[in-house]
């Protein structure tokens, strides 16, 4: 079972910057992908960005077009953490922020058939 920690949450303010951690520990020898999922309640969860590995170490990134250019995803992999580094926050990226892993990046980006799910942490971004 893979177990996920998220950290990094917290209050921005419009057009600040925020860094997400996310750690994976457990039985995690078939998770090649990690990413994140935003949730307000009330509202479905939106896929935000996902980043994948091979065994040769080759990394592949997808992002939703409302992060696009302003969010950055990557993996330290002896740390097996995955990172959401968010800059130039908007009201509307503010909602509970959930790590999710996978076997593959459309996966996770799916939610689907996903092997965790972490407790989510909060960003709250001021106007």
């Known amino acids: 079972q893979v177990q996920l920690e998220e950290s990094g949450g917290g209050l921005v303010q419009a057009g600040g910057s925020l860094t997400l951690s996310c750690t994976a520990s457990?039985?995690?020898?078939?998770?090649?992908?990690m990413g994140w999922f935003r949730q307000i309640p009330g509202k479905e969860r939106e896929f935000v960005a996902a980043?994948?590995?091979?065994?040769?170490?080759?990394?592949?990134?997808l992002y939703s077009d409302s992060v696009k250019g302003r969010f950055k995803i990557s993996r330290l992999a002896y740390k097996s953490t995955v990172y959401l580094e968010m800059n130039s926050l908007k009201p509307e990226d503010q909602g509970n922020y959930h790590c999710?892993?996978?076997?593959?990046?459309?996966?996770?980006?799916?939610?689907?058939?996903?092997?965790?799910w972490g407790q989510g942490t909060l960003v709250t971004v001021s106007s």
């Open positions: 999710a892993s996978g076997d593959t990046l459309e996966t996770v980006m799916r939610g689907s058939a996903l092997d965790a």
């Open positions: 980043i994948s590995w091979g065994h040769w170490g080759r990394l592949n990134s």
């Open positions: 457990g039985r995690t020898s078939d998770t090649y992908a």
